[in-house]
């Protein structure tokens, strides 16, 4: 089975920091993204990833940044953490068209 | 229109019923959907794929209308352990795009 590991289940981190969250994949996938899941929104795709180095914003990419410098390693990196930037971020690799995705387990942030 | 969306519920079913939901897309060339499965406060996982007109799965019946562009999921024989929200999901480009959810509580 496919494992995709986040480093952290939980985190709380104060407004103004940089906050990495950090993502591994097991299965030389090339596509990777970062969602983050709130109540009543849904899921919402934050970055993407589709190769090394490669990186394309989705839909609420703003005060985030990604980094792809390994095919198994995909990092989001809130640049100056705000409260509105608490929520769930959950990570998510899959092979290619046509196919679910796997997510890891999640990050719970809360940014005081 | 949002480009999937989901009857919020809640449904609340007892033991042993049947219980049905739909979700629509706006995509009409989509090709391939997906219903997760996600548990309070965890990650979503992978329930079942519908690549043609449905597919079935046990308890777990899937459908798709094309025409209509709507996919349902069916579930019979409710169990407790079927209580959870179920995202429905549509290719977009090369990502997914996921619809909010429909929660199911199955009581005893």
């Known amino acids: 089975d496919v494992k995709v590991t986040q480093s952290s289940r939980y985190l709380v981190k104060r407004t103004g920091e940089k906050v990495f969250l950090e993502c591994v994949q097991d299965m030389d996938h090339e596509n990777m993204f970062w969602y983050r899941q709130d109540p009543g929104l849904g899921l919402r795709l934050i970055y993407f990833?589709?190769?090394?180095?490669?990186?394309e914003k989705g839909d609420i990419p703003e005060g985030y940044s990604v980094s792809r410098e390994k095919k198994e390693r995909f990092s989001l990196i809130l640049e100056s953490a705000s409260t509105n930037q608490t929520s769930m971020y959950l990570c998510?690799?899959?092979?290619?068209?046509?196919?679910?995705?796997?997510f890891g387990s999640g990050t719970r942030l809360t940014v005081v | 229109r949002k480009e999937v969306e989901q009857d919020p519920g809640p449904f609340n079913v007892p033991e042993g019923a049947t219980v049905a939901f739909n979700c629509t897309y706006s995509?009409?060339?989509?090709?391939?959907f997906f219903w997760y499965r996600q548990d309070c406060r965890k990650e979503p996982k992978l329930l079942m794929s519908?690549?043609?007109s449905g597919n079935e799965d046990g308890r777990f019946t899937a459908q798709l209308n094309r025409a209509s562009q709507y996919i349902s999921l069916l579930i019979r024989d409710s169990k407790l352990s079927d209580s959870a929200t179920y995202l429905c999901?549509?290719?977009?480009?090369?990502?997914?795009?996921f619809g909010a959810g429909t929660t199911v509580t199955v009581r005893a």
């Open positions: 998510a690799s899959y092979p290619g068209f046509n196919y679910g995705y796997t």
């Open positions: 990833s589709y190769d090394v180095k490669m990186k």
């Open positions: 519908v690549y043609s």
């Open positions: 999901v549509v290719p977009r480009d090369y990502k997914l795009s």
């Open positions: 995509n009409s060339a989509s090709q391939s």
